[in-house]
C-alpha cells in the first residue's frame, strides 16, 4: 500500500509524497512538481535514478526514493511496497501541474470547475498517463488555510485532456489545493496551489492543543503513539474507531484501502498522504508507521467507511524538536 508526506502523514500506512508544485493563482499552477514523498510545499527533488547492482536487483519506495534495498520489502517511512529500480524508470523527467478554475474568480456558495494538467517540465505538450492508485489517477486534497475544512476529491480525464472536478466552496478566504499523482513508470508527484475564493468569510480557527481523540455522528476515534513524537523518529500510530461506545470490527475497504490519511502542517507547507498495509482485521484498530522530518503542530485527517458512509475524523499533534 501507500503514503504521502508534503511538508505542505494489519494496520494504516501513512505516505508523504511529495512531488510539488510551488504555489499558484487562481487562474494556473505552472511550477515544477517533483517526486518524493515527504519535503515541504513548493519544493522538488529529481527521481531517484536505478541504482547500479551486481547481481540480485534494487527497491526503491516510490513515495520515499531515498529508501532503498536489495531485496524486496515494505518502506519503513510508510509502508508502501518496495518498487523495482532496475527496469528502466523515466530519470530525470520533472512534472508540474498546470491548474486552472472556471470561472477564474471562484465565489462562495457557487459551482467552480477544478482543472488539472500534468505536464512534462520542458515538453508541456507531451501528454501524462496516470497511474491509477487507491482506484482513482488523482487524488484533489482541499483544504482551508487555517486547517479547519478538508475535502478529498477526484478530478477525472475529460477529452479536453484535463482533469476536472465540479466544486462548491461552502465560504470565502484562501484555500490549499493538493494533488497527488502518480505519472505511468515514474514516481509520486505532489502539486499544490493557493486559490483565492470570494464572498462571506469566516474567523479562523485556532488550533492550540493536541486533539487526540474524534466524535461525530455516534462514531468515535482515538489516535494513539508508541512513543513520544519527535522529528526523527519512526512512529508507529494506531486509530482506533468505535460507534456507540462499541468497538467497530466491520470497516468497508475506502478507495481499495481500510483507510486514508492526510497529515498537513500548520502553515500547509508539509504534507503526508497514508495508507493502511495489509491487516487481517477490519477494525477498530488501524495501525500506521510514519516520522516527521519538522518539528511544529500538525492537523491529521483520517477518512474511514463503515455502513456505506465516509467518515472524516480530524486530531491535532505537536511533534517535538529531535531529541540532543
Not at 515541504?40 to 526503491?60: K, Q
Request: charged share 15%.
Amino acid at each position: 500500500m501507500k503514503r504521502t508526506l508534503l511538508p505542505i502523514l494489519p494496520l494504516l500506512t501513512f505516505i508523504w509524497t511529495t512531488s510539488c508544485s510551488s504555489d499558484n493563482s487562481a487562474a494556473s499552477g505552472n511550477a515544477p512538481a517533483a517526486a518524493g514523498h515527504q519535503h515541504a510545499a513548493g519544493e522538488g527533488h529529481e527521481p531517484a535514478a536505478g541504482a547500479e547492482h551486481s547481481g540480485g536487483h534494487m527497491y526503491a519506495c516510490p513515495m520515499h526514493p531515498e529508501v532503498t534495498s536489495e531485496k524486496p520489502g515494505t518502506c519503513p517511512k510508510c509502508g508502501m511496497t518496495l518498487k523495482r529500480t532496475d527496469q528502466g524508470p523515466a530519470d530525470g523527467i520533472r512534472y508540474r501541474m498546470n491548474f486552472a478554475a472556471t470561472p477564474a474568480q471562484p465565489a462562495a456558495g457557487q459551482s467552480v470547475t477544478l482543472s488539472f494538467r500534468p505536464q512534462v517540465v520542458g515538453n508541456e505538450q507531451t501528454p501524462v498517463p496516470l497511474a491509477v492508485v487507491h482506484e482513482k489517477q488523482m487524488h484533489l486534497i482541499i483544504v482551508s488555510k487555517d486547517l479547519s475544512e478538508f475535502y478529498h476529491e477526484h478530478p477525472e480525464l475529460k477529452a479536453s485532456a484535463r482533469y476536472e472536478v465540479p466544486f462548491t466552496f461552502k465560504t470565502g478566504g484562501t484555500y490549499l489545493l493538493y494533488q497527488d499523482y502518480q505519472p505511468e513508470n515514474n514516481s509520486h508527484q505532489l502539486g499544490r496551489q493557493t486559490l483565492q475564493v470570494s464572498g462571506p468569510t469566516r474567523p479562523a480557527v485556532k488550533f492550540e492543543k493536541d486533539q487526540l481523540r474524534w466524535q461525530k455522528d455516534g462514531y468515535a476515534a482515538a489516535l494513539s503513539f508508541d512513543k513520544a513524537v519527535q522529528v526523527g523518529r519512526t512512529l508507529g500510530l494506531i486509530v482506533t474507531v468505535s460507534r456507540g461506545g462499541r468497538p467497530v470490527t466491520d470497516l468497508d475497504n475506502y478507495l481499495g484501502a481500510l483507510g486514508h490519511m492526510v497529515v498537513l502542517s500548520e502553515d500547509g507547507s508539509q504534507y503526508l498522504h497514508v495508507h493502511p498495509q495489509e491487516s487481517s482485521t477490519q477494525g477498530p484498530a488501524v495501525g500506521f508507521h510514519t516520522s516527521f522530518e519538522k518539528p511544529g503542530r500538525y492537523r491529521v485527517f483520517l477518512q474511514f467507511k463503515h455502513g456505506g458512509t465516509v467518515q472524516t475524523a480530524d486530531f491535532t499533534v505537536t511533534v517535538a524538536p529531535a531529541a540532543a
